[in-house]
């Protein structure tokens, strides 16, 4: 990880200062596994666990993701009642993750980047973690923006009545979780990162989180895909791609490298550190 007593960014006078990944699918590729390991452990938890009807869970997980932006918020905002630890547990702790390799090539990207680079998830801190340990990333981000930092047990909703309200601009139905792709999340993580979304890029592989990102006022890149949807700035069929895509984030360091200044690690706030 970077030193916790100093974080380097770049002077003012560059475009960027700060950069926020998601985590999967975006950092690793859709075919290693995780993502339908993901969808059947979540579908094995809701009959084993919550007892749904197993002949009709696959549409209901669909539903949920769907309506609320992940299963998760969509079994919340529903009623059911269960321990978001035991949850996390059981749908991320069977995950394949020995499927995920080094990736020594998008490593020596992200710490030739000057920017800051936070990695922004929906899932939780002990997930990021095995993510980033399998690939080799733990040094390239100096936080992670996870489950954990967007719902703190003491800010969780305990009633319908706290959450149940309309939100202007959102393709998804309130929960009383917070998470991408709502309007709350993605204001949360930019306040959490301390960025300026005028000077935040973006990056993750759900088309609708990156209209979101785009209504937060974020530049924004859609990896997975070469094909531009709305809201995003760029469009990646892999994220190695970066450099290719987006040249300036490195010729800026490089015309200003002098120009390098340190500053505190309190400016970021709250974000866990795995």
Known sequence: MVPEEYLRVTDQGSRYDCLLFDLDDTLYPLNSGLNAACTKNTEDYMVQKLE?????????NKKMFETYGTSMAG?????HEFDYDEYHSFVHGRLPYE?????????????SMPQRKIVFTNGDKVHAAKVLKGMGLEDCFEGIICFETLNPPSKVPE???????????STILRTPIICKPSKEAMDQAIRLANADPQRTIF????????????RAGLHTVLVGTSVRTEGADFALECIHN???????????DDAQSSKNVV???????NVVIA
């Open 52 to 60: 749904i009807e197993e002949s009709g869970v696959q549409d209901f």
């Open 75 to 79: 079994l919340r905002a529903e009623g």
């Open 99 to 111: 499927n995920l390799k080094p990736d020594p090539v998008l490593k020596n990207l992200l710490l």
């Open 159 to 169: 009633s319908k009545n706290e959450w149940d309200v309309s939100t202007d601009n």
């Open 203 to 214: 990056f993750d592989d759900s088309r609708r989180n990156i209209a979101a990102g785009k």
């Open 242 to 252: 970066i450099r290719e895509a987006l040249p300036e984030i490195w010729e800026e």
């Open 263 to 269: 500053r505190s690690r309190e400016t970021i706030e």
